[in-house]
T-cell receptor, first 113, second 116 residues
């Protein structure tokens, strides 16, 4: 069963515009969440993760995400999109004791020049 | 940081042959490794979980005899696609779990398998 849901399989933004990629998690998911980026024909690279502490997490390449328990959300944002941000983005829960790991369905980000 | 490699990065084979894909954790011991399959424009599908020294646990719908997984050491897991067919063509990604960072997995760069 999916424990995270990504709304919007495709998002297009203009270069320089705000990037917002949505992720909601089920209440059964422990409060550890990850965002990964996948460039074409490559593996997954960790963008950022929330484990404990500050709910606003900053990652690589200018991305950040805020863990909101009240909304069960962990949306990924970037103030200004760059052409190099075009990729597939996956939200993911942590590994649980059953060693099952279910990614979100992914959001393909297109950056329009 | 934790680095995971996969070999080969790309392989083309004839239908009916078997292909072995290696996944290695280069700078850490991976108690658990995962194998994923990714279809075009789709998310990653977890195929199986392998723990060092024990049999792999396969997800529902994944054929155990078709996709043989061996995790013989703490740094190496292999996936063998037996009697490959064109429908097995896909992007296969492995990941490894570092025992020291229990909640995170580190991904290999993937292997593109094309079966002719």
């Amino acid at each position: 069963a999916q424990s995270v849901t990504q709304l919007g399989s495709h998002v297009s933004v203009s270069e320089g515009a705000l990037v917002l990629l949505r992720c909601n998690y089920s209440s059964s998911v422990p409060p550890y969440l990850f965002w990964y980026v996948q460039y074409p024909n490559q593996g997954l690279q960790l963008l950022l993760k929330y484990t404990t502490g500050a709910t606003l997490v900053k990652g690589i390449n200018g991305f950040e995400a805020e863990f909101k328990k009240s909304e069960t959300s962990f949306h990924l944002t970037k103030p200004s999109a760059h052409m190099s941000d075009a990729a597939e983005y996956f939200c993911a829960p942590p590994l649980n004791t059953g060693n099952q790991f279910y990614f979100g369905t992914g959001t393909s980000l297109t950056v329009i020049p | 940081g934790a680095v995971v490699s996969q070999h080969p990065s790309r392989v083309i084979c004839k239908s009916g042959t078997s292909v072995k894909i290696e996944c290695r954790s280069l700078d850490f011991q991976a108690t658990t490794m995962f194998w994923y399959r990714q279809f075009p424009k789709k998310s990653l599908m977890l195929m199986a979980t392998s723990n060092e020294g024990s049999k792999a646990t396969y997800e529902q719908g994944v054929e155990k005899d078709k996709f043989l997984i061996n995790h013989a050491s703490l740094t190496l897991s292999t996936l063998t696609v037996t009697s490959a067919h064109p429908e097995d063509s896909s992007f296969y990604i492995c990941s490894a779990r570092d025992a020291r960072l229990a909640d995170e997995q580190f991904f290999g760069p993937g292997t593109r398998l094309t079966v002719l």
